[in-house]
């Protein structure tokens, strides 16, 4: 612009760009001598210019009033208590919730300083203590009895420097946080339990375990076997725990409880329209849902056949087909099956496809039933009552026979049942006592010891019965008992034993003595060899020995 000014003008001053306003572009012209015929059209534009700039300004002004009134809806309606503070830690804005959970009113706290409305509250002022430029730290502080994570987060940068501090009461994060955890659970999409949850102490279920551990890091299907209550449902959790999959859903389908003609649309999903009733927009089958995770196939034997051949191709296949859709939908899943019933068995009676069976069983996990491992019935009671309730009760050696002797059809599951009874009709007792157990494990133990002692009772009458008719007398047999017995260890032979009974004034001929061994092999008193190896007593032989001796002496 310099080349403009009149050469007359010594000293000039470059001033830049710089807004002018017309009355000032007008001296300009009047000192220049310029000459002023387009004043008209200049004057035109600019004030064209001004209304332009004026517009925008205005749109723009509306724009930020709006932006600050949504701002400050959000702010307020926020769920957490939000302050604001400057770099002076001067608070400039402060929500509902805050007010709420400081119990201050607003106007009472915004222009004041941090320090002193928090410095109310005693503990917390240590946040404030904290060095000015962490970025972000968080404490929990009681605020008039109530417990409430404080956290204060530094926004630094060219501009700004202030302070953010947000108040949240810690049973609202609890709520929050079980809100979720049911809404995933009720859709089966957690797991529950891991490894640590399994106990036992016996040598074969740890080999168990530690196989299913292993299996767990591959992404193999497995196969669990197990009577009901042992667990299945357990060790499919810990699987899933322990598997590259862990952070993937774990989505679980039991075949006992969905009614046969809703299996397909349940596990495949369907399409919208596939049938009358079928939602709008259609389903995601529990495949679809478990993509990147578990699926636990449940009570697999209970799966009908025409099932049975889908899971197996998309097993295969790795992909599934919607009902009443048409295109084909990749899933990666891994499968985890659990079954109570003898497979084997199925198969053979053709209810089971063998080829799915053999597509399932990569890894077979075969829990033994809690029978086959009795030092874990007093282990997993005692574990229990500890870990539920607390407490550690010793339990008297006639409990301990009892728990032993039931037979616990219902494995752990009846176990755990029973720890319940037994912590509730103990309390106040020092130890565990017959009284506290259910009336089911007091039956099968008398049930054990009377079915034992009379079914003995009457077979021994039979016996003897027998013997009398054959004309061989109790106390003859009593006699010859106890020679075998004596010489137990070592088989006797005929004549040995025909020779000692006659020493003790019984004498037999060579075929009332082969009678009378036949006649006691049949009542399984004793064996005999077939040739000449000879005779010994059997268990049952010295019950029905104490049996005689007892009726000859009482
Ligand atoms: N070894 C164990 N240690 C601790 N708890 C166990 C053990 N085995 C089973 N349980 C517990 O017993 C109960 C039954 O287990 P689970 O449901 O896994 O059995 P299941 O084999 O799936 O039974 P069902 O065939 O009846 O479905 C659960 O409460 C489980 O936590
Ligand atoms: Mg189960």
Same mark, same amino acid.
Request: with cysteine.
């Given at each position: 612009?310099?080349?403009?000014?009149?050469?007359?003008? !010594?000293?000039?001053?470059?001033?830049?760009?710089?807004?002018?306003?017309?009355?000032?572009?007008?001296?300009?012209?009047?000192?220049?001598?310029?000459?002023?015929?387009?004043? &008209?059209?200049?004057?035109?534009?600019?004030?064209?210019?001004?209304?332009? +700039?004026?517009?925008?300004?205005?749109?723009?002004?509306?724009?930020? !009033?709006?932006?600050?009134? %949504?701002?400050?809806?959000?702010?307020?309606?926020?769920? &957490? #208590?939000?302050?604001?503070?400057?770099?002076? %830690?001067?608070?400039?804005?402060?929500?509902?919730?805050?007010?709420?959970?400081?119990?201050?009113?607003?106007?009472?706290?915004?222009?004041?300083?941090?320090?002193?409305?928090?410095?109310? *509250?005693?503990?917390?002022?240590?946040?404030?203590?904290?060095?000015?430029?962490?970025?972000?730290?968080?404490?929990?502080?009681?605020?008039?009895?109530?417990?409430?994570?404080?956290?204060?987060?530094?926004?630094?940068?060219?501009?700004?420097?202030?302070?953010?501090?947000?108040?949240?009461?810690?049973?609202?994060?609890?709520?929050? /946080?079980?809100?979720?955890?049911?809404?995933? +659970?009720?859709? #089966?999409?957690?797991?529950?339990?891991?490894?640590?949850?399994?106990?036992?102490?016996?040598?074969?279920?740890?080999?168990?375990?530690?196989?299913?551990?292993?299996?767990?890091?591959?992404?193999?299907?497995?196969?669990?076997?197990?009577?009901?209550?042992?667990?299945?449902? @357990?060790?499919?959790?810990?699987?899933?725990?322990?598997?590259?999959?862990?952070?993937?859903? *774990?989505?679980?389908?039991?075949?006992?409880?969905?009614?046969?003609? =809703?299996?397909?649309?349940?596990?495949?999903?369907? !399409?919208?329209?596939?049938?009358?009733?079928?939602?709008?927009?259609?389903?995601?089958?529990? *495949?679809? $849902? +478990?993509?990147?995770?578990?699926?636990?196939?449940?009570?697999?034997?209970?799966?009908?056949? %025409?099932?049975?051949?889908?899971?197996?191709?998309?097993?295969?296949?790795?992909?599934?087909?919607?009902?009443?859709?048409?295109?084909?939908?990749?899933?990666?899943?891994?499968?985890?099956?659990?079954?109570?019933?003898?497979?084997?068995?199925?198969?053979? /009676?053709?209810?089971?496809?063998? &080829?799915?069976?053999?597509?399932?069983?990569?890894?077979?996990?075969?829990?033994?039933?809690?029978?086959?491992?009795?030092?874990?019935?007093?282990?997993?009671?005692?574990?229990? =009552?500890?870990?539920?309730?607390?407490?550690?009760?010793?339990?008297?050696?006639?409990?301990?026979?009892?728990?032993?002797?039931?037979?616990?059809?219902?494995?752990?599951?009846?176990?755990?049942?029973? +720890?319940?009874?037994? *912590?509730?009709?103990?309390? #106040?007792?020092? $130890?565990?006592?017959?009284? %506290?157990?259910?009336?089911?494990?007091?039956?099968?133990?008398?049930?054990?010891?009377?079915?034992? /002692?009379?079914?003995?009772?009457?077979?021994?009458?039979?016996?003897?019965?027998?013997?009398?008719?054959?004309?061989?007398?109790?106390?003859?047999?009593?006699?010859?008992?106890?020679?075998?017995?004596?010489? /137990? #260890?070592?088989?006797?032979?005929?004549?040995?034993?025909?020779?000692?009974?006659?020493?003790?004034?019984?004498?037999?001929?060579?075929?009332?003595?082969?009678?009378? @061994?036949?006649?006691?092999?049949?009542?399984?008193?004793?064996?005999?060899?077939?040739?000449?190896?000879?005779?010994?007593?059997?268990?049952?032989?010295?019950?029905? @020995?104490?049996?005689?001796?007892? =009726?000859?002496?009482?």
């Amino acid at each position: 612009m310099m080349h403009l000014c009149p050469q007359e003008i !010594e000293h000039r001053i470059d001033i830049g760009p710089r807004n002018v306003s017309m009355s000032s572009f007008l001296h300009i012209l009047e000192a220049l001598n310029l000459d002023k015929k387009h004043l &008209d059209e200049y004057a035109r534009k600019y004030h064209r210019m001004l209304l332009d +700039a004026s517009r925008k300004l205005s749109a723009f002004h509306i724009n930020t !009033e709006r932006m600050r009134k %949504h701002e400050a809806v959000i702010i307020n309606e926020y769920d &957490d #208590g939000l302050v604001y503070a400057d770099e002076d %830690h001067c608070i400039s804005l402060v929500n509902k919730e805050a007010a709420r959970i400081l119990q201050m009113e607003k106007e009472y706290i915004v222009n004041k300083k941090i320090h002193d409305v928090m410095a109310e *509250f005693e503990k917390l002022s240590v946040i404030l203590e904290e060095d000015d430029d962490s970025p972000k730290s968080a404490s929990i502080y009681d605020i008039h009895g109530k417990k409430t994570v404080v956290t204060r987060i530094h926004v630094s940068g060219d501009t700004v420097n202030s302070y953010i501090y947000t108040l949240r009461g810690i049973d609202s994060i609890q709520k929050l /946080e079980k809100e979720v955890r049911t809404k995933l +659970a009720e859709k #089966g999409y957690v797991t529950k339990y891991s490894f640590s949850n399994i106990w036992t102490k016996n040598r074969k279920m740890k080999k168990v375990i530690e196989m299913a551990r292993g299996f767990a890091a591959t992404e193999k299907n497995i196969l669990i076997m197990a009577q009901t209550g042992m667990g299945k449902e @357990l060790f499919a959790h810990a699987i899933h725990q322990a598997s590259p999959v862990r952070k993937g859903p *774990f989505v679980a389908v039991n075949f006992a409880g969905i009614p046969d003609n =809703l299996v397909e649309s349940e596990l495949f999903g369907y !399409e919208e329209g596939a049938f009358t009733g079928a939602k709008k927009g259609g389903k995601k089958g529990l *495949f679809e $849902q +478990a993509r990147g995770g578990t699926l636990f196939l449940d009570e697999i034997g209970d799966a009908p056949l %025409h099932v049975q051949s889908t899971l197996l191709r998309v097993l295969q296949e790795k992909e599934v087909l919607r009902v009443g859709g048409t295109s084909i939908i990749p899933v990666a899943v891994r499968i985890i099956a659990a079954t109570n019933k003898d497979i084997a068995q199925a198969i053979k /009676e053709k209810k089971f496809r063998e &080829d799915l069976f053999y597509r399932l069983n990569t890894f077979p996990i075969d829990i033994p039933p809690l029978q086959t491992h009795k030092e874990d019935i007093l282990y997993i009671l005692t574990r229990y =009552l500890k870990t539920r309730y607390g407490i550690s009760k010793r339990i008297s050696s006639s409990a301990e026979q009892c728990l032993l002797s039931h037979d616990w059809p219902g494995n752990v599951r009846e176990l755990i049942n029973v +720890a319940e009874y037994v *912590f509730h009709a103990s309390q #106040g007792a020092r $130890q565990i006592l017959p009284d %506290h157990l259910p009336e089911v494990v007091l039956a099968s133990e008398t049930k054990v010891f009377q079915r034992s /002692e009379s079914l003995l009772d009457s077979s021994f009458t039979q016996i003897s019965d027998t013997l009398m008719r054959n004309g061989l007398p109790t106390e003859m047999i009593g006699q010859l008992l106890k020679i075998i017995k004596r010489r /137990e #260890g070592k088989l006797c032979g005929r004549n040995s034993l025909q020779k000692q009974l006659s020493k003790e004034q019984w004498i037999l001929s060579e075929g009332k003595m082969k009678k009378t @061994l036949k006649l006691l092999k049949e009542a399984e008193v004793i064996l005999v060899g077939r040739t000449k190896q000879g005779t010994c007593i059997t268990a049952k032989g010295k019950k029905y @020995l104490q049996y005689i001796s007892d =009726l000859s002496s009482g």
